[in-house]
């Protein structure tokens, strides 16, 4: 039966972090939005040639890491990463997979937060940007079938979009970053090039959509 907040009625959902996954209803596609810097660090990595595993990233990103691997302990969703770098080419990834499945297809759009030391969901300005973003892409291909968290979420990015640099930037986790984090060590250590603040901030700087498979985010073909 459905419940009211599992946004079962619609193709497009929206929700944060792993307890947000898990109340809305199982979905074909997860996205996993994580800007700061999990998704775009990935992306780019793919896009290099590179392979991520889900463990090595684990070591390094709490957040986006955590929800990935709460999707793929789910079922048999496909699980993507997208962020403001991809966000074009992750909306027509979902198409195409819906083209092959030849069927509607439901997608979760997760923003990953930031979780606490204090085990608490904070909230990610950079991460609604992003799957907001990514939703609009998708609305404006024909899947606008957006929940009304769905639908919040995309036209907050649309009214913002020519001011992504400035909010990444002035946002907590941008200037957490500029301040310096161990993740930056970390992704270092792993052979990985951390994606700056003004490189996340790019829309549609590739087309490289990493999806995981067997454990290993690789790029979408």
């Given at each position: 039966m459905p419940q009211p907040f599992d946004q079962s009625a619609y193709q497009v959902r929206f929700e944060w972090g792993v307890a947000g996954l898990q109340r809305l209803a199982?979905?074909?596609?997860?996205?996993?939005?994580?800007?700061?810097?999990?998704?775009?660090?990935?992306?780019?990595?793919?896009?290099?040639?590179?392979?991520?595993?889900?463990?090595?990233?684990?070591?390094?990103?709490?957040?986006?890491?955590?929800?990935?691997?709460?999707?793929?302990?789910?079922?048999?969703?496909?699980?993507?990463?997208?962020?403001?770098?991809?966000?074009?080419?992750?909306?027509?990834?979902?198409?195409?997979?819906?083209?092959?499945?030849?069927?509607?297809?439901?997608?979760?759009?997760?923003?990953?937060?930031?979780?606490?030391?204090?085990?608490?969901?904070?909230?990610?300005?950079?991460?609604?940007?992003?799957?907001?973003?990514?939703?609009?892409?998708?609305?404006?291909?024909?899947a606008d079938h957006t929940s009304p968290d769905a639908a919040a979420v995309c036209e907050s990015a649309r009214g913002l979009r020519r001011a992504m640099r400035h909010l990444l930037t002035a946002s907590g986790s941008g200037k957490e970053i500029a301040d310096g984090v161990s993740a930056t060590a970390r992704i270092e250590a792993a052979g990985l090039v951390p994606t700056d603040t003004a490189a996340a901030a790019e829309v549609d700087a590739t087309d490289v959509v990493p999806v995981l498979s067997d454990g290993v985010f690789v790029a979408f073909a």
């Open positions: 199982p979905s074909d596609v997860v996205v996993v939005v994580d800007v700061l810097r999990f998704s775009s660090t990935v992306t780019d990595a793919v896009a290099s040639g590179r392979t991520v595993t889900l463990t090595d990233a684990a070591g390094w990103s709490r957040n986006g890491a955590a929800v990935v691997a709460a999707a793929a302990a789910a079922g048999e969703p496909t699980v993507l990463l997208g962020s403001l770098r991809n966000a074009s080419a992750v909306a027509r990834t979902v198409l195409e997979l819906q083209n092959r499945r030849q069927q509607r297809t439901s997608v979760a759009m997760i923003a990953a937060g930031e979780l606490t030391d204090a085990g608490d969901l904070r909230f990610a300005v950079e991460d609604q940007l992003g799957a907001g973003t990514i939703i609009a892409a998708l609305s404006d291909l024909g």
